[in-house]
């Protein structure tokens, strides 16, 4: 599975950004996917999550101001972010589960993107 994440960028606070996420290659068995990001001088750390039937889970810190979606049939996820703040700087880097069997075993594994920058101006 590779993933693609697009749509980073500078914003003033306030402002707003849009982040997509496209899977590729062998996607059989695709469940959670998710957002994290890795504030500079920080740990990396759980933005948004939202299974394969549309339950979500948010960080405090993005709890009314992010928004996480996915499009099943693109195997896409996104996520939309609102009043950001400085704070909100950082890479940000999509997840997707998977859950495969071989030889009756079943597989979990994640898969990250590449992450994408997202710097917020005071």
């Known amino acids: 599975v590779q993933l693609q994440a697009c749509g980073g960028g500078l914003v003033q606070a306030g402002g707003s950004l849009s982040l997509s996420c496209a899977t590729s290659?062998?996607?059989?068995?695709?469940?959670?996917m998710g957002w994290y990001r890795h504030p500079p001088g920080r740990q990396r750390e759980l933005v948004a999550e939202?299974?394969?039937?549309?339950?979500?889970q948010y960080a405090d810190s993005a709890k009314g101001r992010f928004t996480i979606s996915r499009d099943n049939a693109k195997n896409t996820v996104y996520l939309q972010m609102d009043s950001l703040t400085p704070e909100d700087t950082a890479v940000y880097y999509c997840?997707?589960?998977?859950?495969?069997?071989?030889?009756?075993?079943?597989?979990?594994?994640?898969?990250w993107g590449q992450g994408t920058q997202v710097t917020v101006s005071s």
């Open positions: 290659g062998s996607i059989s068995g695709l469940n959670g």
């Open positions: 939202i299974s394969r039937d549309g339950k979500t």
């Open positions: 997840t997707a589960d998977t859950l495969t069997w071989e030889m009756g075993t079943p597989i979990a594994q994640r898969h």
